[in-house]
């Protein structure tokens, strides 16, 4: 089982990025499907949550009508387009299973800062 999360990078307040994660050793579209993300001295939270069989999303409060995830089921691959971005965003950025997690990926860098 392999997570690579990409697409992370230095962005300005209000700007927008896609992150990008390739999973293998299992089928995401049996799984719901979540990213996380962890900010310095902060614990992991769950931001935007897809079960793409179920036509099912839920987002955190604080990521709600900015964030947009998504799946390719046919590549095995999952998606966070993040808008608006806010310097409180800044983490990095996992994903994994929702409850049935699996080892961690190495996660992608977002800092959000002018």
């Known amino acids: 089982v392999q997570l690579v999360e990409s697409g ?4 300005q307040p ?9 999973v293998s050793g299992f089928t995401t579209r049996l799984y719901v499907m979540s990213w996380y993300r962890q900010a310095p001295g902060k614990e992991r939270e769950s931001v935007a949550t897809i079960h793409s069989v179920g036509d099912y999303t839920n987002y955190a409060d604080s990521v709600k009508g900015r964030f947009t995830i998504s799946e390719d089921t046919a590549k095995n691959m999952v998606y966070l387009e ?3 971005l806010k310097p409180e965003d800044t983490a990095v950025y996992y994903c994994n299973r929702l409850g049935a997690l699996v080892s961690w990926g190495q ?8």
């Open 14 to 22: 209000g700007g927008s990025l896609r992150l990008s994660c390739a």
């Open 8 to 11: 992370g990078g230095l962005v």
């Open 82 to 84: 993040m808008n608006s």
């Open 107 to 114: 996660g992608t860098q977002v800092t959000v800062s002018s």
